[in-house]
């Protein structure tokens, strides 16, 4: 996984984790993530398991690994996988999605044993305040152009606020990242206001940006402000 500090030595019927020639101690969540998942991928080899007739289901595996791990994960899995009968594989992080559909969407047509799809969760609340998820294709805007960008920008453009805060409670955070998004490519600056700041736009309306986009994105501990069902069309209007 890009490094070499840790070594598996033989102990028992099983292996002891050494770091530096001495029992490893206090390994990282994604040093633990990174050891599951190669463990997993040995798996595969198993004389018990027929992977070419087999159904290989692969719970969001990068999980806690840094950036540079997940490239060099995303390898390991594919090559460890290639001819395995079917694989399902399940992901939060908008990143290895992008690795995955680039691998499956460029198959050659003549290597497919069979049809690629793609499924994404979404959650919604019913009337009575009850949360529920139900499995959707996945969004044509995340399948085609491969930008969480566009699909937040969308999401943003279609919002109707039905009076709840349920349906309200997203909305801010959504605004930031597609804030702190085009910032990125439009103004200068270390921080969001200070990039805010930067931008040649009405005082007034940047004010009520960033004031949105910080003081209804972070959790400031003093319970949820009533007036976050109102504010989001607000806010989308002056985006």
């Not at 920008?153 to 109707?160: G, I, S, T, W």
């Given at each position: 996984?890009?490094?070499?500090d840790?070594?598996?030595?033989?102990?028992?019927?099983g292996?002891?984790?050494?770091?530096?020639?001495?029992?490893?101690?206090r390994?990282?969540?994604?040093?633990?993530?990174?050891?599951?998942?190669?463990?997993?991928?040995?798996?595969?080899?198993?004389?018990?398991?027929?992977?070419?007739e087999?159904?290989?289901?692969i719970?969001?595996?990068?999980?806690?690994?840094?950036?540079?791990?997940?490239y060099?994960?995303?390898?390991?899995?594919?090559?460890?996988?290639k001819?395995?009968?079917?694989?399902?594989?399940?992901?939060?992080?908008?990143?290895?999605l992008k690795?995955?559909?680039n691998?499956?969407?460029?198959?050659?047509?003549?290597?497919?044993?069979?049809?690629?799809?793609y499924?994404?969760l979404?959650?919604?609340?019913?009337?009575?305040?009850?949360?529920?998820?139900?499995?959707?294709?996945?969004d044509?805007?995340?399948?085609?152009n491969?930008?969480?960008f566009?699909?937040?920008?969308k999401?943003?453009?279609?919002f109707?606020?039905?009076?709840?805060i349920?349906?309200?409670?997203?909305?801010?955070?959504?605004?930031?990242?597609?804030?702190?998004?085009?910032?990125?490519q439009?103004?200068?600056?270390?921080?969001?206001y200070?990039?805010?700041e930067?931008?040649?736009?009405?005082e007034?309306?940047?004010?009520?940006?960033?004031?949105?986009?910080?003081?209804?994105?972070?959790?400031?501990?003093?319970?949820?402000?009533?007036?976050?069902?109102?504010?989001?069309?607000?806010t989308?209007?002056?985006?």
């Amino acid at each position: 996984m890009g490094r070499d500090d840790l070594k598996f030595e033989p102990e028992g019927e099983g292996y002891r984790i050494m770091r530096f020639g001495r029992a490893a101690k206090r390994l990282s969540e994604g040093e633990k993530t990174a050891i599951t998942f190669l463990y997993f991928v040995v798996g595969l080899g198993d004389q018990n398991f027929d992977l070419n007739e087999g159904i290989v289901v692969i719970d969001d595996p990068i999980s806690s690994l840094d950036p540079s791990s997940v490239y060099q994960a995303f390898a390991y899995l594919k090559n460890a996988v290639k001819n395995a009968k079917q694989i399902f594989l399940l992901t939060h992080n908008f990143e290895f999605l992008k690795l995955v559909l680039n691998w499956f969407q460029n198959i050659p047509r003549s290597a497919q044993n069979g049809k690629s799809t793609y499924w994404m969760l979404h959650c919604s609340s019913t009337q009575g305040g009850a949360r529920e998820t139900e499995i959707r294709p996945l969004d044509t805007v995340l399948l085609q152009n491969k930008n969480e960008f566009a699909y937040l920008v969308k999401e943003l453009m279609k919002f109707e606020s039905d009076g709840t805060i349920q349906t309200a409670c997203p909305i801010p955070n959504m605004i930031r990242k597609v804030l702190e998004t085009f910032l990125e490519q439009h103004s200068t600056g270390g921080s969001l206001y200070k990039k805010l700041e930067n931008l040649d736009f009405d005082e007034t309306k940047k004010t009520a940006l960033c004031k949105f986009a910080n003081d209804l994105s972070h959790p400031t501990f003093s319970g949820l402000d009533p007036a976050l069902v109102g504010k989001p069309k607000t806010t989308l209007s002056i985006c």
